[in-house]
């Protein structure tokens, strides 16, 4: 895991696209959160914190789909890259591994 100073600005290129996956707390029936394992199996939810400009195609630079502040479904793909920023763990991820943007 790369760890990022809180200074730095993160600015993805092509079709990459920074998140921060969001841990979904379960709730035990003694009233106790426990948070999500991160291994688990399918689909996850993140929010989209920054995004590159496309992905080039033809000459042409293709926007992305997502924007910053998306909240999205994502499929974790064995290629993301992760880092810590401050506090937070985020991964680098390509649009392709986007599921949906979540309203």
Request: aromatic residues 6%; negative net charge; charged residues 30%.
């Amino acid at each position: 895991m790369l760890y990022v100073s809180c200074f730095m600005t993160i600015k993805p290129l092509s079709d990459h696209v920074l998140i921060e996956p969001v841990l979904a707390k379960e709730k035990t029936e003694s009233g106790f959160f426990v948070p999500q394992n991160s291994d688990k199996e399918g689909p996850e939810e993140a929010k989209v914190i920054a995004i590159g400009p496309g992905k080039t195609i033809k000459g042409e630079v293709v926007p992305l789909s997502v924007k910053v502040g998306d909240k999205i479904l994502f499929s974790k793909p064995y290629s993301a890259s992760k880092m810590k920023i401050g506090d937070k763990e985020c991964l680098i991820i390509k649009e392709e591994d986007i599921l949906a943007i979540l309203e």
